[in-house]
């Protein structure tokens, strides 16, 4: 805290430096909060598919087969 002294006086700042009302956010700031923290989830999650798309072929690129699946079919 900055302590001034003004002649006999001393005043402290952290006071006059606040607000005298706490402050809300309005309805539309809300909303662009939101929406600000709704896209940063939804690159999130694509972020964390992508990383573990590239990280999947990464590691099992050799094992990688481009050949027809083989189906097993049973007999009745």
Do not use: E
């Not at 005043?11 to 909060?33: E, N, Y």
């Amino acid at each position: 805290m900055v302590i001034l002294t003004a002649g006999r006086r001393t005043v402290a700042m952290a006071p006059l430096l606040l607000p005298k009302l706490l402050m809300h956010a309005t309805f539309t700031q809300k909303v662009i909060i939101c929406m600000v923290a709704g896209f940063l989830a939804a690159a999130l999650i694509q972020w964390a598919k992508v990383f573990v798309t590239g990280a999947d072929d990464a590691l099992n690129k050799g094992y990688q087969h481009r050949s027809p699946a083989v189906t097993i079919t049973t007999k009745p």
